[in-house]
């Protein structure tokens, strides 16, 4: 299974696979032809209350620990399993690039979801 992770700004390349969309708002300044997004799950994408909470964190050390935390709370809910679900089985049939326009995807949803779609 190969799950990578890109800036959703960065140009896309021919070994992308399925590129999807794992932010709630769309990208500023980007436009639909530009970004090539095949899928926009917004049941995985963090509640517009997480994400302001997760923004207003950012600077402080343990704020990632718990917006994981929170984030994997929000995905056990049965629209986002579901969710989930189908984005581990698009998975399972070839590669699949998770964007985001973040400037830190490491500390952000991307890192949480490649980890519970590549634990299985």
């Given at each position: 299974?190969?799950?990578?992770?890109?800036?959703?700004?960065?140009?896309?390349?021919?070994?992308?696979?399925?590129?999807?969309?794992?932010?709630?708002?769309?990208?500023?300044?980007l436009?639909?032809?530009?970004?090539?997004?095949?899928?926009?799950?917004?049941?995985?994408?963090?509640?517009?209350?997480?994400?302001?909470?997760?923004?207003?964190?950012?600077?402080?050390?343990?704020?990632?620990?718990?917006?994981?935390?929170?984030?994997?709370?929000?995905?056990?809910?049965?629209?986002?399993?579901?969710?989930l679900?189908?984005?581990?089985?698009?998975?399972?049939?070839?590669?699949?690039?998770?964007?985001?326009?973040?400037?830190?995807?490491?500390?952000?949803?991307?890192?949480?979801?490649?980890?519970?779609?590549?634990?299985?």
């Amino acid at each position: 299974m190969t799950v990578r992770v890109r800036r959703v700004y960065e140009p896309p390349e021919p070994d992308d696979g399925v590129r999807v969309l794992v932010d709630r708002l769309w990208p500023r300044g980007l436009s639909k032809d530009a970004a090539r997004i095949d899928e926009w799950p917004k049941a995985l994408t963090p509640s517009t209350e997480l994400r302001r909470w997760h923004h207003a964190q950012e600077d402080t050390s343990d704020g990632y620990e718990e917006f994981r935390r929170r984030y994997e709370a929000e995905l056990a809910a049965p629209e986002a399993a579901e969710a989930l679900d189908a984005l581990r089985a698009l998975a399972g049939e070839g590669p699949v690039t998770l964007l985001t326009a973040t400037r830190s995807p490491a500390r952000s949803q991307t890192s949480v979801l490649v980890e519970l779609l590549t634990s299985d």
